[in-house]
């Protein structure tokens, strides 16, 4: 059974904004996502795995970001989610910053994302 430790899902984080730096972000999240994942995005968008894949493939890439007060809660046995501030920057726009909620569960011995919301600050 994958190890669901903080350095685990903050490794999963990490790779998932660096694709979304290099604006791969709808293959990573197609492989990471269980087909039932859903994304709860700061516009109020709630969108499912194919829908995720669809807008991140192709879309702009980040420049840079910064994850920072990560947390790790523990669910169940197989469960865990990791909670978080993040600030990315794109172009000449203002930067994102939101407060990040990725929740795993682990699907045939790998952790999988199951739920991830924003909540803008």
Known sequence: MADLTLDRLLNLEHQGWDALCRSTGGAFYGDLMTPAALMVLVDGS??????????????????????????RVGLVDGAAALVYRARAVRGDDPPFVALMASTYVV???????????????
Do not use: F, I, K
């Open 46 to 71: 709630v969108l499912d795995r194919d829908a995720v894949v669809a807008s991140l493939d192709g879309a702009p890439p980040w420049d840079s970001y910064d994850l920072h007060d990560v947390r």
């Open 107 to 121: 699907v045939d011995g790998e952790p999988r994302l199951a739920l991830y919301q924003q909540t803008t600050l």
